[in-house]
């Protein structure tokens, strides 16, 4: 196979197409109107069309930008233009250039006469960034209680498209437009459009049933069918029956009908059509066409061969950043080291790479040296995981390199544990990754795997609520009070089996009553943004005087790489590491160790220092403490003590009995008792497991151990260890079998 040619003769990128339209229904009335390309020039935006006779909220609006009416915290004022409106100003010939925009007064027309829409827009159509817009356009002279809530599967589309609305808009961010995710939230008392992620609005649900905050929601990239997402389909149409009913008994006081705009690239338009009785918009014309090529022969080593075709892109000349597609931290972390040692080697006249690694575990600043404007004279070169399909627009990505695979968890229920495995995408996926590259200006996808491959493709993703965990939701369910969980309206219903696991799991940890309502427990652990385990184990920390230092290990527990692994190439880098590992290990397990981490890390004054010497990931701990100090806040706005262990004891082992006691009272389902041959056996779901190779007990033989979760990859591992004491399950037999009494009220 011939490698060195460029990538468009190359004999294995053998066949290319023009990406396919989508969809056969009918667009919004568009009128005629001239390709968006003519006359733009190469790589800059194309030219807006001439609009028809504005209306006067139109002409408004255009004022607005133009700077006769300036918008501050939402209202409008006469004046000069400030920095903000003059960005605003400059990205107006970009938004008019959306596929889109072009229907905009249409579909303003449409949201204000429907309370629930479909709309599906081809990638690069502008409708995650417009759509909350005209909503808000349409909307906001209606005297409306509320705001708008927009969707997004993932924390940092939630962010950056927050970012990117504000500066469109010309509003400050955090203001008028703003974002709730997970210990993080940037929104203030005139916020009118909310992006959250799709769990931060269940958990709202919570509080407020009817979501009477919000007159608009829009459900964002529902092709994805995260498990948040499937429910809030579900709750979205009751809350919008009942605030239908709601507003017909009051006449119409102090409550607003609830709009529901479900957007996607692609999606199963008949099955949402019949699930939410919606009309469905079609929006055609991705904003910029992209090639497609495929190999001739399947790709046995697709790292190996995302290298060839970068390096062969590099060499034409032609210009452009590139975006590739793996499926995790390890593999780009192999190809970022793989192309900076290739970089070294190009000739003197080629461009400069920048390599920019985005995955979900990387900080929030790391991860926007992503979207920074390319230096002259420099090649971006983005390697991601499948947060790069959806949502956030790289700027500048004129090429795509798709391995066709990614990483993904599925949870099997007969086995009671989680599988991480690397799995073929769907032709879905393949299709949003193949859009990224046609965003900002014409591209060309490179499908690491042969045409016959793709059509063997599943149409779409098994959609997470028939592969997953439901314990977390359905306490989340019972919490908002309904009660009937497995008659549920879903849109696709969970397996039996999956209902039965989930809700015998919650009853052993007191989370639900013998006749399956939600216990007095169960309310206090579904105020946490925890996994059940972790809120049980937080709120069993005030009986045994230790939450401080619970807290601290919960929010170590809940950020991922904390530990840093030097490549396996570097021996001398690896026998530091270990060292490292060895100095901040614990006896007692990983959750001693991350307390020790935490502890360390609080005290030293140069932090950053400290951690590059122990091989700590340092932005890593930037996000434990920020977790840290929203837990923090959850526990105070409950007017919770927080109490530390005093121990009176000289041992080591003695001193941390508390903190231990406290998660075996939580965690006890998941135990396991050492084995003569040196593996442990699980006692809840009688299987052989083994201590992950990550927990610092990895060489170690601890009688009995409790453990965070069981993974399958070429064993079933268990990780985070804790080491317990075998006559401790028998002292506090009170605690597990009557959780809620042990409570202090």
């Not at 340092?618 to 920020?626: G, H, L, N, R, S």
Request: glycine fraction near 6%; proline fraction near 5%.
């Amino acid at each position: 196979m011939k490698r060195q040619q460029s990538p468009k003769q190359s004999p294995r990128q053998g066949k290319h197409q023009q990406s396919p339209q989508q969809g056969k229904r009918q667009s919004p009335k568009q009128g005629k109107k001239q390709s968006p390309r003519n006359g733009s020039k190469p790589g800059q935006p194309p030219s807006a069309q001439q609009s028809p006779k504005q209306s006067p909220r139109e002409q408004v609006n255009q004022r607005r930008i133009s700077g006769q009416l300036i918008v501050q915290n939402g209202h409008e004022q006469q004046g000069q233009l400030g920095p903000l409106q003059r960005l605003a100003r400059s990205l107006l010939e970009f938004k008019k250039a959306l596929p889109i925009y072009s229907v905009r007064a249409q579909l303003i027309k449409e949201i204000i006469s429907n309370d629930s829409l479909i709309l599906i827009g081809e990638t690069g159509s502008g409708k995650t960034t417009q759509v909350p817009q005209f909503a808000y356009e349409a909307l906001k002279s209606k005297s409306l209680r509320g705001g708008i809530a927009i969707t997004q599967p993932r924390r940092i589309a939630a962010i950056s498209v927050s970012k990117r609305v504000s500066e469109e808009m010309g509003v400050t961010f955090g203001d008028l437009v703003g974002y709730h995710v997970r210990f993080d939230k940037k929104t203030s008392p005139n916020t009118k459009i909310t992006f959250l992620t799709d769990g931060m609005l269940l958990r709202e649900a919570m509080v407020d049933p009817l979501l009477k905050n919000y007159h608009t929601v829009l459900l964002d990239e529902a092709h994805e069918r995260s498990l948040e997402t499937d429910i809030l389909f579900a709750l979205l149409v009751d809350i919008q029956k009942k605030r239908q009913v709601y507003k017909n008994n009051t006449n119409g006081h102090g409550i607003s009908p609830l709009k529901i705009i479900v957007m996607s690239a692609t999606l199963d338009a008949e099955l949402f059509e019949q699930y939410f009785k919606a009309k469905v918009i079609y929006i055609k014309g991705r904003q910029y066409p992209v090639k497609i090529y495929y190999t001739l022969t399947p790709e046995k080593n697709y790292v190996d061969a995302a290298l060839i075709t970068t390096v062969q892109i590099h060499l034409t000349g032609e210009t452009g950043d590139i975006l590739i597609f793996l499926t995790g931290r390890y593999e780009i972390e192999s190809l970022a080291k793989l192309l900076n040692s290739q970089s070294k080697l190009l000739p003197k006249s080629a461009q400069k790479l920048i390599i920019c690694p985005l995955f979900g575990a990387l900080s929030q600043s790391a991860q926007q040296r992503t979207f920074e404007e390319t230096p002259a004279g420099c090649r971006k070169v983005v390697i991601a995981t499948n947060i790069a399909e959806t949502s956030i627009t790289v700027p500048g990505i004129r090429f795509v390199i798709d391995c066709g695979m990614v990483k993904a968890k599925a949870y099997v229920t007969k086995l009671g544990m989680d599988i991480l495995a690397v799995m073929p995408i769907a032709q879905s996926q393949a299709r949003q990754r193949s859009g990224r590259a046609g965003r900002t200006q014409p591209g060309t996808c490179y499908r690491l795997y042969t045409e016959n491959d793709f059509l063997a493709l599943r149409p779409t993703f098994i959609p997470d609520i028939l592969r997953v965990n439901l314990t977390s939701v359905i306490l989340t369910l019972k919490a908002i009070g309904i009660d009937n969980v497995i008659e549920f309206n879903y849109i696709e219903k969970p397996p039996l089996e999956a209902f039965r696991r989930a809700l015998s799991e919650l009853l052993l940890l007191g989370a639900l009553n013998p006749n399956g309502s939600i216990s007095d427990l169960g309310r206090k652990m579904a105020l946490f943004p925890l996994d059940p385990m972790f809120s049980k184990v937080l709120i069993l920390s005030k009986d045994f005087q230790c939450s401080k230092e619970v807290l601290a290990i919960v929010a170590m527990l809940s950020t991922e790489n904390i530990i840093k692994t030097p490549s396996t190439t570097d021996e001398e880098a690896l026998a530091a590491a270990q060292n490292a590992l060895e100095t901040l290990a614990s006896p007692f397990g990983d959750h001693i160790m991350y307390l020790r981490i935490f502890q360390m890390y609080c005290e030293e004054a140069n932090k950053k220092s400290w951690c590059k010497s122990n091989f700590i990931n340092f932005k890593a701990m930037q996000k434990v403490m920020d977790v840290h100090q929203q837990l923090i806040d959850y526990w105070l706005s409950l007017k919770w003590e927080i109490e530390s262990f005093q121990s009176t004891h000289s041992s080591e082992k003695d001193s941390y009995d508390s903190i231990r006691k406290c998660f075996t009272s939580a965690f006890y389902t998941r135990t396991a008792i050492l084995l003569p041959d040196g593996s442990y056996h699980s006692q809840m779901d009688h299987k052989k497991v083994y201590i992950h190779p990550s927990s610092c007990l990895f060489q170690k033989k601890p009688e009995v151990v409790i453990y965070n979760e069981l993974v399958l990859t070429t064993k079933e591992y268990m990780r985070d260890i804790l080491v317990v004491e075998r006559d401790w399950f028998f002292e506090l037999q009170p605690v597990i079998q009557k959780g809620q009494s042990t409570l202090k009220q």
